[in-house]
């Protein structure tokens, strides 16, 4: 019962000095507060060391060959929409290089942070690895399914968005009419 009623004098204390900070001048508040027995407060610790702000989310955009233009505009305005960073993973560094010299507007306009990270090989296991071990990536972008996806059963662990310009998709269903004409 005795820590009860220490607690509820502490708190019936504080609440007759709570009307001192409204009401009452500097100085009078200084008096009016200085009538009450102090209680020692927590120790001031030691300031802590600033905390970096999270990492954000990235798009990561594959380089097997040159993105097409669509996959690259595709992952640009991704980023910007979503606020997230680009990742750009490639296995030579003459191809990233080649992309940022080639594009080098686009980057700059679209105004997003950009990653450039290197793998060892251009397959779908490395790939499927990489991104397994980085969970900052939201989604994997590329303009062609044949880049690095040589096993159609095996699913990546984000989700892929694969970006073909009009051309393509156009030249790809006239392919596939006259296989479906012969099918019928």
Same mark, same amino acid.
């Given at each position: 019962?005795?820590?009860? $009623?220490?607690?509820?004098?502490?708190?019936?204390s504080?609440l007759?000095?709570?009307?001192a900070?409204?009401?009452?001048g500097?100085?009078?508040?200084?008096? !009016?507060?200085?009538?009450y027995?102090?209680q020692?407060?927590?120790?001031?610790?030691a300031?802590?060391?600033?905390i970096?702000p999270p990492?954000r989310?990235?798009?990561?955009?594959?380089?097997?060959d040159?993105?097409?233009?669509a996959?690259?505009n595709?992952?640009?305005?991704?980023?910007?929409?979503?606020?997230?960073?680009?990742l750009?993973?490639?296995?030579?560094?003459?191809?990233?290089?080649?992309?940022?010299?080639? !594009?080098?507007?686009?980057?700059?306009?679209?105004?997003?942070p950009?990653?450039?990270?290197?793998?060892?090989?251009?397959?779908?296991?490395?790939?499927?690895?990489?991104i397994?071990r !980085?969970p900052?990536?939201?989604?994997?972008?590329m303009?062609?399914p044949?880049q690095?996806?040589?096993?159609?059963?095996?699913?990546?662990p984000?989700?892929?968005?694969?970006?073909?310009?009009?051309?393509?998709?156009?030249?790809?269903e006239?392919?596939?009419?006259? $296989?479906?004409?012969?099918?019928?």
């Amino acid at each position: 019962m005795k820590p009860l $009623s220490q607690t509820l004098k502490k708190m019936l204390s504080a609440l007759a000095a709570a009307d001192a900070g409204e009401m009452l001048g500097r100085r009078a508040k200084h008096r !009016h507060l200085s009538a009450y027995p102090t209680q020692p407060g927590p120790v001031a610790a030691a300031p802590a060391e600033p905390i970096a702000p999270p990492k954000r989310k990235q798009v990561a955009l594959w380089l097997h060959d040159m993105p097409t233009q669509a996959a690259l505009n595709y992952a640009l305005s991704s980023c910007q929409r979503m606020e997230m960073d680009l990742l750009i993973l490639h296995t030579g560094k003459l191809r990233a290089q080649a992309l940022l010299a080639a !594009h080098g507007a686009a980057f700059e306009a679209a105004d997003v942070p950009v990653e450039i990270a290197a793998l060892e090989d251009a397959g779908q296991a490395t790939l499927f690895d990489y991104i397994e071990r !980085h969970p900052r990536i939201a989604f994997l972008v590329m303009g062609d399914p044949s880049q690095a996806m040589t096993d159609q059963t095996a699913l990546p662990p984000v989700p892929l968005v694969v970006v073909t310009s009009a051309q393509d998709a156009a030249r790809t269903e006239s392919e596939l009419q006259p $296989s479906q004409a012969a099918a019928a």
